[in-house]
């Protein structure tokens, strides 16, 4: 097979140098089972040793790739060369500051899912010697799906809501809430709903479901955010029927 | 750089290849595809593993034989099979077949989705109705920053944790997952020593020994950014690097193979000397990170190397055509790479301390009682 060549729109950006990002076109010969990664990698060793971008596992898990293909949020090593016409832009991921050309600064993130405390909160801590907290397979399943995020920030690229107003919590750190909550061995609900409950949080979602369509492994936030909006209801009226009980 | 800085680096010849892997790419399929009961084949749709004292094949899938086997023992069978010329050419190179078929695709679909989907994706195949391109891939460093089991260093408050540690749970080979361990376990021991350490240390200014240090690291990245013309790129050298390194050090070793491949880093750790950044940016400078990862991976692949001339036997994931047995009189120690500049590592011994697990024939298949 003949290599077909693909021409990358790329944006770049050195904060040193530029004043402002401005788009430089490599031609790259690509072999059909190539992913975008394999092109830039190309362009890396080949043609433009000064062009920065983040990768690690080439293969879906790590989350570091992340980019606009042709106006879409995208995981580059997960875009098929063979789903993609002979011209392709690339930029760095919508709603997220650049660092330098497609890296872009992921503080606001990171932030964002530290303040939903995500991790277990059990009702007694177990010493090592008292063993693990156990589960079955059945209150496994009820979460699970939401364990399976990989940090990749699509889903931040992708939300209309977070693009109007970058301090609401967001889809991936929401949805890891709910991950939380949701696990039988914790009882931190209460103490995340400051976050999760408030304006900025589940309430700030308008149920486009954006975040959803990209996520490349189903995690389905804006359903996460959905059911947490129903709980949070839920509490609300108890509130109402029983003031001051204990939730 | 705990190398450089004079930590030994222990068992560097064992180097784990993983048997299953996609062409090309290099992508992992993992081991659970075979314990749900996928088999591998030849081109002639044999399964081929029964020719290297891993069978009988049936009953399928059972415990410790077949495709179930160690992965040196499967990687090996592997390479084998390539010399008799019974592997499947491909773009990508030699590859054997892994088939799912048998389990249906309900069972993929249930067990192993990630599998699935990798395989649609990544190598053009639905492992529902066809089976998949594998080959053995480097995996896993057995090796490494030598730690005691406080993930200590020989260097007061340096901490090693991961696959860059050789606390030495792994041996001579490994089994999957264990790199868990290594992070979980030892990661929380480093973190709770070095926590001790800065706890108990008072000093504010950093020594002048420290500063001076510091003056070196920051005066070599001032030579490379100044640099223009050396003319060697990091493409060129690393690619050079992975042939040198799996012709000659791979899944099989000779003292000839070796010593070729020690002749030819050495070559390229000259060349390296007269490598040119292009990218003279202060800012997420990733030719910088990638020209100081080069240099630190050249002087890792001379450590094997050197480590693996001098264990002349065969031992888990350290196989020599030249000496295939194992030899516990003389070898049952750890080898320890001390870094030399300029010149090929000192490699040292240490014995290997034996608690529960006795080192025992290795017999897998029908061989075991």
């Not at chain 2, 950044?277 to 692949?301: C, P, R």
């Amino acid at each position: 097979m003949t290599p077909r060549r693909i021409e990358f729109e790329i944006l770049r950006y050195d904060p040193d140098k530029m004043q402002k990002p401005e788009f430089q076109t490599y031609l790259v010969p690509c072999e059909e089972d190539w992913v975008v990664l394999d092109a830039l990698n190309y362009i890396k060793d080949e043609l433009d040793r000064t062009l920065s971008y983040r990768w690690s596992c080439h293969m879906a898990v790590c989350g570091s790739c992340s980019m606009m293909i042709n106006g879409e949020p995208t995981l580059s090593c997960k875009s098929f060369v063979r789903d993609l016409p002979n011209q392709v832009c690339i930029e760095p991921l919508n709603n997220f500051p650049i660092e330098r050309d497609l890296v872009v600064v992921l503080d606001d993130f990171l932030g964002k899912l530290n303040s939903v405390k995500p991790y277990l909160i059990p009702r007694e801590k177990k010493s090592l010697e008292e063993g693990v907290y156990l589960q079955s397979p059945a209150q496994l399943k009820k979460f699970k799906q939401f364990t399976l995020c990989i940090n990749c920030t699509l889903c931040y690229a992708a939300c209309p809501q977070y693009a109007h107003d970058e301090n609401f919590v967001g889809p991936a750190a929401l949805a890891l809430a709910h991950r939380y909550n949701l696990d039988s061995r914790d009882v931190g609900r209460t103490a995340r709903q400051d976050v999760v409950a408030s304006n900025l949080g589940i309430w700030e979602c308008s149920f486009v479901g954006a975040c959803s369509e990209v996520c490349p492994h189903g995690v389905d936030p804006a359903g996460a955010i959905q059911q947490a909006k129903i709980a949070s209801t839920g509490d609300y009226f108890m509130d109402l029927i029983l003031p001051g009980r204990k939730s | 750089m705990a190398f450089r800085a004079g930590v030994p680096l222990k068992d560097m010849e064992f180097v784990q290849y993983h048997p299953t892997g996609l062409p090309g790419t290099g992508i992992l399929i993992t081991e659970g595809s075979r314990g749900e009961g996928g088999v591998l084949l030849n081109k002639d749709g044999y399964r081929y593993l029964q020719d290297y004292d891993l069978g009988p094949p049936d009953p399928w899938p059972r415990k410790n034989a077949m495709e179930l086997g160690p992965r040196d023992r499967l990687s090996q069978a592997f390479w084998h099979e390539q010399k008799k010329g019974r592997t499947i050419k491909t773009l990508h190179g030699d590859v054997v077949h892994l088939d799912l078929r048998a389990l249906g695709e309900k069972k993929i679909n249930e067990r192993l989705p990630m599998v699935r989907d990798l395989a649609k994706s990544y190598v053009g195949v639905d492992p529902v109705y066809a089976p998949i391109p594998v080959r053995p891939v480097v995996h896993y460093t057995m090796g490494g920053i030598d730690s005691n089991i406080d993930a200590a260093t020989s260097i007061e408050g340096l901490f090693t944790a991961g696959e860059c540690a050789c606390v030495s749970i792994n041996g001579a080979n490994r089994l999957g997952s264990n790199s868990l361990t290594e992070l979980l376990v030892f990661g929380a021991r480093a973190g709770q020593g070095a926590a001790r350490i800065a706890a108990g240390s008072h000093k504010t200014n950093p020594g002048s020994a420290i500063q001076k240090q510091a003056e070196a690291a920051e005066g070599r990245i001032k030579k490379l950014f100044g640099a223009n013309g050396g003319g060697e790129t990091v493409s060129g050298l690393r690619d050079e690097m992975n042939t040198t390194m799996e012709e000659g050090a791979g899944i099989y070793r000779t003292d000839a193979s070796l010593r070729q491949s020690c002749e030819k880093m050495n070559d390229i750790g000259k060349r390296f000397a007269n490598i040119e950044l292009k990218d003279k940016s202060n800012v997420y400078n990733t030719d910088l990170l990638h020209v100081l990862e080069l240099g630190a991976m050249i002087d890792v692949a001379r450590a094997i190397i050197v480590s693996a001339l001098q264990r002349k036997e065969s031992r888990g994931s350290h196989q020599r055509l030249d000496f295939i047995k194992r030899d516990d009189k003389t070898y049952l120690r750890h080898s320890l790479a001390h870094y030399v500049p300029g010149q090929d590592p000192d490699i040292t011994y240490r014995d290997v301390v034996i608690t529960r697990s006795k080192p025992g024939t290795r017999v897998y298949g029908g061989g075991q009682k």
